[in-house]
């Protein structure tokens, strides 16, 4: 069965920086584009980035532009966000979604950003 799971978050400082990890198993991973969402205090779940199946092509919501990359490793199944710059509107719990039947979620990965 398709599997999800997050890890990397942590407590960071503004400015600091995170890497977020997300490895998958149960599906082709390699023909598979892949997302990563955020859910924040509201409970709103945002998109973040998208990523195509090659890693060539990414997507980023205007809040993350710039200072967020999305990548992968097909030989390893895991796709990556890289967070730098970060801001404390950035916290929340972070997850990777495969877009596929009625999409698929992790767990998630919590990120604190606090002095």
């Known amino acids: 069965q398709v599997q999800l799971v997050e890890s990397g978050g942590g407590l960071v400082q503004p400015g600091g920086s995170l890497r977020l990890s997300c490895a998958t198993s149960g599906f082709t991973f390699s023909r598979s584009s892949m997302n990563w969402y955020r859910q924040g205090p509201d409970n709103e779940r945002e998109w973040v980035a998208n990523?195509?199946?090659?890693?060539?092509?990414?997507a980023y919501a205007d809040s993350v532009k710039g200072r967020f990359t999305i990548f992968r490793d097909n030989a390893k199944n895991t796709v990556y966000l890289q967070m730098n710059s970060l801001k404390p509107e950035d916290a929340g719990l972070y997850y990777c979604h495969l877009q596929r039947d009625s999409g698929y979620w992790g767990q998630g990965t919590q990120v604190t950003v606090s002095p």
């Open positions: 990523i195509d199946t090659s890693g060539w092509n990414t």
